[in-house]
C-alpha cells in the first residue's frame, strides 16, 4: 500500500515540476488508483500482486471514500467563499441610485467634496453626468483615467482603432497586454477597475455624419481628443447642433492647445478659430512629427478638468481664449478667440437663451 501511496505523489510531484493541469494530475491519480481497485477485485487472496498493493480493497475503499468526502468539503468551502465574496462586492461596488453615495465613495470623493468650488452638490452633478471622449489614444488615455477617478458617472467612448506597441509611450491607460485590443475595450477596463461605481459605455468605431449628432446630443459635455481634422470639425457641428459644451485639445511635438468651444453660453466655436482645414503637410501626424510622451498627459488632464468645472460650475473655463502651453521651453499663454458672426456653423447661433 505505502508501494502505490508513494507511487502517486511522485506523479503528482513530477506533474507539478512539469507545469501539467491539475485535472491531468488528477486523473493520472484516479487511474492508478481505478488499477488498484481492480487488482484487489480480480486477483485471488494471497496474490503477491494483491499484497504489494495492499492486501485487501476496504483499505482502499475507505481512503477512497475519505478523500472523495474532503474534496466535497473542500469545494463546499471554496463555492461558499465565493458567494460571500461576490455578495460584499455587489454591496460594495453596485452603481447606487441617481445622486446617492454609499460609504466607500463619500470616502473616495472626500477630496473633492471639501473642496468650497464643488463640495457634495458638485460631486453629486458629477456623479450623474454624462461626458463623451472621441478618442481613446494621448489626450484622451489621461482624460479617461480622471474623470473615471473624479467621479463622473456615466463615460462613454468612442474610437476605431487598436492598441499598437508605438501608442504605448503616451497612451498611458493601456498596457503592454492589451496590445491588439480596441482601445475604447482597453480603456474601459482600465476605467472600471479604478472605479467600478462608474459607467462606461464604449463605442468601437469612427465618428462619422450619421451618427454624430444623436450620440452628442445624449451626452452633457463632449471631449475631442481626436487626431485628424475632419472628425475636429464633424465633433463641433455636432456639438454646436446639439447645444453641447466641446472641450477641444490639439498636440504637436512639444506644444499643446486647449479650448472649450460652446456658442450657447459665448465664444467661438471651433471653425470661427479654423474657418477652413489646413493643409495636409501643416498638420502632420504623430508618427511623421514625433511627440514628446508626457505632453498628452498635461493637455488630456487639463481637458478633464475642463469638464469638471463645466460640470460643476466651478471658476471659469478656456471659452473664448485658447491656451497654448510650449513644453520645450516651459512656457504657457493664452490668446482670444473671437466669434465669428458669419461662421457657418454657429453664426446664427443665440448665445444663453438655447435657442438657434
Known amino acids: 500500500m505505502i508501494l502505490v501511496l508513494g507511487l502517486a505523489v511522485v506523479l503528482w510531484s513530477a506533474g507539478a515540476l512539469l507545469g501539467a493541469p491539475r485535472s491531468l494530475q488528477l486523473m493520472m491519480v484516479a487511474t492508478i488508483y481505478v488499477a488498484v481497485i481492480i487488482i484487489q477485485v480480480a486477483l485471488p487472496s494471497g496474490h503477491a500482486l494483491r499484497e504489494a498493493t495492499g492486501g485487501s480493497v476496504a483499505h482502499w475503499l475507505i481512503l477512497g471514500g475519505l478523500t472523495v468526502l474532503v474534496l466535497f468539503y473542500r469545494n463546499g468551502l471554496q463555492r461558499l467563499r465565493k458567494l460571500a465574496h461576490k455578495r460584499t462586492a455587489s454591496s460594495q461596488f453596485e452603481l447606487s441610485s441617481p445622486g446617492v453615495f454609499s460609504e466607500v465613495e463619500l470616502e473616495r470623493y472626500a477630496r473633492h467634496i471639501i473642496l468650497r468650488e464643488i463640495g457634495g452638490g458638485g460631486q453629486r452633478k458629477l456623479k450623474t453626468s454624462r461626458v463623451l471622449v472621441i478618442g481613446a489614444g494621448g489626450l484622451g488615455s489621461p482624460a479617461l ?87 475636429r470639425y464633424l465633433a463641433n457641428a455636432a456639438a454646436v447642433a446639439a447645444n453641447r459644451p466641446l472641450v477641444s485639445g490639439a498636440l504637436s511635438q512639444w506644444e499643446g492647445q486647449l479650448s472649450v468651444f460652446f456658442p450657447k453660453k459665448g465664444g467661438p466655436c471651433y471653425q470661427c478659430l479654423f474657418p477652413n482645414p489646413p493643409a495636409p503637410e501643416l498638420t502632420p501626424s504623430c508618427a511623421a512629427a514625433g511627440i514628446v510622451g508626457p505632453l498628452p498627459g498635461v493637455i488630456g488632464s487639463m481637458m478633464a478638468l475642463e469638464a469638471i468645472k463645466i460640470i460643476t460650475e466651478a471658476g471659469t473655463e478656456i471659452r473664448g481664449k485658447m491656451l497654448i502651453y510650449d513644453a520645450l521651453w516651459g512656457e504657457t499663454r493664452q490668446i482670444s478667440v473671437p466669434r465669428q458672426s458669419d461662421c457657418a456653423i454657429c453664426g446664427r447661433v443665440n448665445q444663453s437663451d438655447g435657442e438657434s
Open 145 to 231: 483615467q480622471y474623470l473615471a477617478a473624479a467621479g463622473v458617472g456615466h463615460v462613454g467612448i468612442i474610437d476605431d482603432d487598436v492598441v499598437t506597441n508605438s501608442n504605448l509611450q503616451r497612451q498611458v491607460i493601456h498596457r503592454d497586454a492589451d496590445i491588439g485590443v480596441a482601445k475604447v475595450f482597453s480603456a474601459a477596463s482600465a476605467m472600471v477597475a479604478q472605479n467600478p461605481f462608474i459607467d462606461v459605455k464604449a463605442y468601437k468605431r469612427r465618428l462619422t455624419a450619421e451618427i454624430a449628432r444623436d450620440l452628442i446630443a445624449d451626452y452633457d459635455v463632449v471631449l475631442d481628443g481626436s487626431d485628424n481634422i475632419e472628425t
